[in-house]
């Protein structure tokens, strides 16, 4: 059965900086395509990042680029978000998902998402 699980979010200072975590598990391939997406209530959810399962490309939305890492962990399948510079725009649910392309309709694995905060 395959589990997506995000960790870390919360409350953040304007100008600070978090790391958010995904653990996808259930596969038995080492690489995957993973995805963050985040969505404010009342709003469609957008495609912030993703890092390719076959060659490890990595694409971010220009609301993030320049500000927002995305990276694969130590572990198995586990992708790493670093977002810095945040300000009180990128207040939303974060949510890791997995799949075979880098796209939501792309996606089949979704976690439940996490809130990230910035506000002072």
């Known amino acids: 059965q395959v589990q997506v699980v995000e960790s870390g979010g919360g409350l953040v200072q304007p100008g600070g900086s978090t790391r958010l975590s995904c653990v996808v598990s259930?596969?038995?391939?080492?690489?995957?395509?993973i995805a963050w997406f985040r969505q404010v209530p009342g709003k469609e959810r957008e495609d912030i990042s993703c890092?390719?399962?076959?060659?490890?490309?990595?694409y971010y939305s220009d609301s993030v680029k320049g500000r927002f890492t995305i990276s694969r962990g130590n572990a198995k399948n586990t992708v790493h978000l670093q977002m810095t510079s945040l300000q009180p725009e990128d207040t939303a649910i974060y949510y890791c998902?997995?799949?075979?392309?880098?796209?939501?309709?792309?996606?089949?694995?979704w976690g439940k998402g996490t809130l990230v905060t910035v506000s002072s």
């Open positions: 998902a997995s799949g075979p392309m880098c796209t939501e309709t792309g996606m089949n694995w």
């Open positions: 259930g596969f038995t391939s080492d690489y995957l395509t």
């Open positions: 890092i390719s399962g076959r060659n490890n490309s990595t």
